[in-house]
Structure formats: structure tokens, C-alpha cells
T-cell receptor, first 112, second 113 residues
Framework: NAGVTQTPKFRVLKTGQSMTLLCAQD?????MYWYRQDPGMGLRLIHY???????AKGEVPDGYNVSRLKKQNFLLGLESAAPSQTSVYFC???????????FGPGTRLTVT | QQQVKQSPQSLIVQKGGISIINCAYE??????FPWYQQFPGKGPALLIA?????SEKKEGRFTISFNKSAKQFSLHIMDSQPGDSATYFC????????????FGTGTRLQVTL
């Protein structure tokens, strides 16, 4: 099993450009999450999904959109990147009614 | 509003010593308190977790102490090793909220020889 994987690992964008981050899991996770990690701020929840076709806002959703068309994939989109979105992005998954989240390896995004 | 406060921000401990990281929470509905360990360039991984019905949980060299009345919990790493050098995050979750975690700001631990 690959677990939770993220694509790409690194990306540099210019202000105003768009991109999509892909999270894929083969652990039968019902729940999936997108976090951003910034120095001194821990991990903050951007959006999450409790099942295929469902999404919900987390703590810091502005500037991001998500889609969960298939159970195993959770996409995070940036429509118009801003320097404030420079961060490391982590995807995580969890089995329904289980507290434990399994994290992917992260994507380091730089917006210039 | 930061619901989980973590301290210290960084910690240096000699090999063989005890590392202690503290967290405090505000939401009394939280009922699950995990600690995650993160190595550079990697995603966080669950280290140990506790429910509020017990005051302590031990797994090997790692122990969580939990004080429900004070709304505090801490991670103790006994006989700290250089391989324990990592960033540690406390977190909290409330049942029925899609297992969402609220994280502390992290503690960078360095274990020196």
C-alpha cells in the first residue's frame, strides 16, 4: 500500500497563477483533510471531506477550493495564487469514526 | 482564536534526559488528545494519544499525562535519544466533528550527545 501520497512535492508559482494539488489514498479513508503548515503556527485545516462528493470549510479556507469526486482522491485548488499562500501543504485521511489521521509527505509551495 | 496552546517552542535536551512538552486547551468538549511527531521533510505521524477518562498513558519511553480539571496535557520522553530530535505537535479533537484535529503550534526538540 502506498498510503497517502501527494503530487507534486515542490512547486513554484507566480502571483496570480493557478494550480491543483492532488492527494491520493489507498487506505479506504472516508474522511480526508487539507492542512497548511507555517512556521510557528502549527497545522491549520483548510478544507475537509467526510465522503465522496462532500466538502466543508476548515479554519482557513479563503483562496482555496477542493473537490472529492472519487473516494480515494482529494484535490486542493488555488485559483489565483498569492504570496501569503507560500506554505507546506499536507493532506491527511482517516477512517470514519476513527480519530487517527494519516498524513501524506507534503507539498512545498512557493508563490513569488 | 488558538484553542490549543503549546510550550515551549523549542527544547534542547541532553541524551538520556527527560523531554517535557506541555499543552493547554480551552474547549471542554475535546475528548481525544494525540501527539504527533514530525521529522524534517516528512508528514506528521501519530506518536501516542489519550482519552480524558485516564490520567496517564505510557508507550515505551513516551508518556502522556492528562489533567482534566486544569485542561492541560503533556508529553514526557524518558531517556531521550538523538533519534527523537523532531518537531512534536499536540492536538485535540471532539467526537462527532469528522475527526477534525486542532493542533498546537509545535515544539522543536533537539537531543544532543
Amino acid at each position: 500500500n502506498a498510503g497517502v501520497t501527494q503530487t507534486p512535492k515542490f512547486r513554484v508559482l507566480k502571483t496570480g497563477q493557478s494550480m491543483t494539488l492532488l492527494c491520493a489514498q489507498d487506505m479506504n479513508h472516508e474522511y480526508m483533510y487539507w492542512y497548511r503548515q507555517d512556521p510557528g503556527m502549527g497545522l491549520r485545516l483548510i478544507h475537509y471531506s467526510v465522503g465522496e462528493g462532500t466538502t466543508a470549510k476548515g479554519e482557513v479556507p479563503d483562496g482555496y477550493n477542493v473537490s472529492r469526486l472519487k473516494k480515494q482522491n482529494f484535490l486542493l485548488g488555488l485559483e489565483s495564487a498569492a504570496p501569503s499562500q507560500t506554505s507546506v501543504y499536507f493532506c491527511a485521511g482517516a477512517i470514519a469514526d476513527s480519530y487517527e489521521q494519516y498524513f501524506g509527505p507534503g507539498t512545498r509551495l512557493t508563490v513569488t | 482564536q488558538q484553542q490549543v496552546k503549546q510550550s515551549p517552542q523549542s527544547l534542547i535536551v541532553q541524551k538520556g534526559g527527560i523531554s517535557i512538552i506541555n499543552c493547554a486547551y480551552e474547549n471542554t468538549a475535546f475528548d481525544y488528545f494525540p501527539w504527533y511527531q514530525q521529522f524534517p521533510g516528512k508528514g506528521p505521524a501519530l506518536l501516542i494519544a489519550i482519552r480524558p477518562d485516564v490520567s496517564e498513558k505510557k508507550e515505551g519511553r513516551f508518556t502522556i499525562s492528562f489533567n482534566k480539571s486544569a485542561k492541560q496535557f503533556s508529553l514526557h520522553i524518558m531517556d531521550s535519544q538523538p533519534g527523537d530530535s523532531a518537531t512534536y505537535f499536540c492536538a485535540a479533537s471532539e467526537w462527532g466533528t469528522a475527526s477534525k484535529l486542532t493542533f498546537g503550534t509545535g515544539t522543536r526538540l533537539q537531543v544532543t550527545l
